[in-house]
């Protein structure tokens, strides 16, 4: 929920946090409507801020009515008292987007801290972090790769699971995250999983792929999601507060029997639990490393293991 003078924007009868009254409904927008009637007189030209689950605040420059007789000044002004509002409310940040037509107001968001997000052939998204810190926002991307890693104790049997603050269902899940550009996939769960666990892990393979298009926590775009094994070399659980809201060894065939999970994180937990039992060798999907034709440049190759009368096959002359 936005703080209750933002809820008051569309209402004009009531009266703005300094006292004065707000101007009537869709009145016309120019640089005379300054303080806080520019942004009540915003409000009532279409302008409604949305709350996200993080935290943040949406702006949408298209819901204006009459874009075209808004003036830079305006908006400035309203920009300006709005962001402070929202610093003020504890919001972490905001997302404007803003169709091509007006983007005349990406300066003057730019002159107030914003930055680019990202930019479509219409549209343009700028962002302003207002939390703690660095930004925590997510990048955008083409795809979006995330990386999981299965810690799994062979010594008890248990895996590490975490249960995800910001989502809506308090499902048990391999903790993990967002690849960053460049990083090699091993890499992103034993980095995640120490970020977020504080267990430290060393890669061993690759378990799963999936792949979700026009996933709505990638901003539309596709959803690349990789779980791998890892070998956990450390115990003592210390979570993250800001990303878990539980943190746990459980037992790996507990995993894969509750129903307090995803499906993906139950499919994974029974292949790991074969693998367990079996031998490793019938789930994983190894790497290799190989240099590129590129000089100086190598890549990774991720496939199952091949026996070594295969791996070492030649053209016999
Ligand atoms: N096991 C499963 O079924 C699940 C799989 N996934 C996959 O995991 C990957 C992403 O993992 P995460 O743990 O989410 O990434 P992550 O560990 O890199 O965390 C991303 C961070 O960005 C924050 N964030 C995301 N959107 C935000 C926004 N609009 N404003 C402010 N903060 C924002 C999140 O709260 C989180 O703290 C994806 O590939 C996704 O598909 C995610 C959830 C469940
Ligand atoms: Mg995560």
Known sequence: MLGAWALRWGLPARRAPNGTRPPPARVPLCGRRLGSSAALSLAAAGLRPQLDKFGGVTVHLAQLHAPHSLDQVTFHRWLQESVKQWRAEGRIAVWLHV?????????????????????????????LWLGDGHSRLPGYATHQLGVAGAALDVDTGK????????????????????SDPGEDIGNTAVREVFEETGIKSEFKSLLSVRQQHRHPGAFGISDMYIICRLQPSSFNISFCQQECLRCEWMDLEELAKTKDTTPITSSVAKLLLYGYREGFDKIDIAMREFPAVYTGLFYKLYHRELPDTYKNMTEVS
């Open 99 to 127: 169709p091509i037509l007006q983007s005349k107001f990406i300066a003057t968001a730019a002159l107030q801290g914003f930055t680019f997000h990202h930019a479509k052939s219409d549209s343009s998204t700028l962002t």
């Open 159 to 178: 895996v590490l699971v975490v249960q995800d603050k910001n989502k809506t269902t308090n499902a048990w899940k391999f903790p993990g995250g967002l």
